[in-house]
């Protein structure tokens, strides 16, 4: 009897050390729709986010840290749970502040890029969107992410991510990415080390593009492209030439699209340059349907 006394005692002290680990966390970078944030110290090997864009699983590397974008259109509250190995689900709810978006007008575009009717553009649009949906869907086991990133070129912002554009009085999804103007021919870097997952050549919209897989679902894009200047499968570090600027695709002038999505959730692309400075905050949750609150 003593000796399962003892037992007891010693196995509750590990649960309720195990529940209280699980209840707080840090979650890093700016709460607000568009944006790149992380948490840490997750007591989990998965996030689940209920209500960001679907129902989405992102993985926790070996110290519990996590990438999760918001999308552009984020509601006010993210839902989100940590899974561990064992049934000691934490449920989390933050919220996030709304973003500011420009409208902008652009005339001037080829219509027949802004409203494709034929049977040959619109074969081309499915070809380009089916082959560029199915790399973003990857989600490899690299851990590229974590040498982190640098701007591909230098330029003057002329587009930003999550602006609506109306082409020829035509109003269009809203913007994906951040556009960089920079004359033709200047050269694009990796922004970050990774493998190369996907170089499309002549596609409808964005022309020469080229995409980077640097793990756990994130994929950064680099559109319009005069040329790639790599090949898929091969491994490009950070800061290393990729291509050269160009105004293929749809484009009004020679600039960059730059891009990043996190497990098909596209986000604003600079969040990515300050991931190891991004200020952080605890948060706790709820245990097997305790209230989440805030710290």
Not at 57 to 63: I, P, T, V
Not at 140 to 156: A, H, I, M, T
Not at 202 to 214: E, K, L, P, S
Not at 231 to 248: H, N, P, Q, R, S
Request: hydrophobic letters at 40%.
């Amino acid at each position: 009897m003593r000796f399962k006394a003892i037992c007891l005692i010693v196995c509750s002290f590990f649960v309720i050390t195990r529940i209280a680990n699980a209840e707080s966390i840090e979650i890093c970078g700016e709460l607000k729709q568009g944006e790149l944030i992380l948490l840490k110290n997750v007591p989990a090997i998965r996030v689940e986010v209920a209500n960001n864009r679907d129902r989405k699983s992102y993985k926790a590397d070996k110290n519990g840290t996590v990438m999760l974008a918001l999308h552009r259109d984020a509601p006010e509250k993210i839902l989100f749970d940590a899974v561990p190995l064992d049934d000691y689900v934490t449920h989390y709810e933050v919220d996030v502040a709304p973003g500011i978006w420009d409208i902008q007008k652009i005339d001037g575009v080829e219509q027949s890029k802004v409203t494709p009717v034929s049977a040959e553009d619109l074969a081309e649009i499915y070809k380009e969107q089916s082959e560029i949906s199915r790399v973003l869907r990857l989600s490899s086991n690299y851990e590229y992410w974590k040498e982190g990133f640098v701007l591909p070129v230098k330029g003057r912002i002329s587009g930003n991510f999550g602006n609506q554009r109306i082409f020829n009085g035509t109003p269009k999804n809203p913007h994906s990415g951040t556009d960089i103007a920079a004359p033709e021919g200047v050269k694009v870097k990796a922004s970050g080390s990774g493998k190369v997952a996907l170089v499309g050549q002549n596609y409808f919209y964005t022309g020469n593009v080229v995409i980077i897989d640097h793990g756990y679902g994130l994929h950064t894009i680099y559109a319009h492209l005069k040329e790639a200047k790599v090949k898929e499968g091969d491994f490009v570090a950070k800061g290393e030439v990729i291509g050269l600027v160009g105004k293929t695709g749809r484009a009004t002038g020679p600039h960059l699209h730059w891009g990043a999505s996190l497990k098909e959730v596209r986000f604003r692309p600079h969040s990515l340059l300050n991931m190891k400075a991004k200020q952080c905050r605890k948060i706790s949750g709820k245990w097997m349907g305790e209230e989440a609150e805030n710290e």
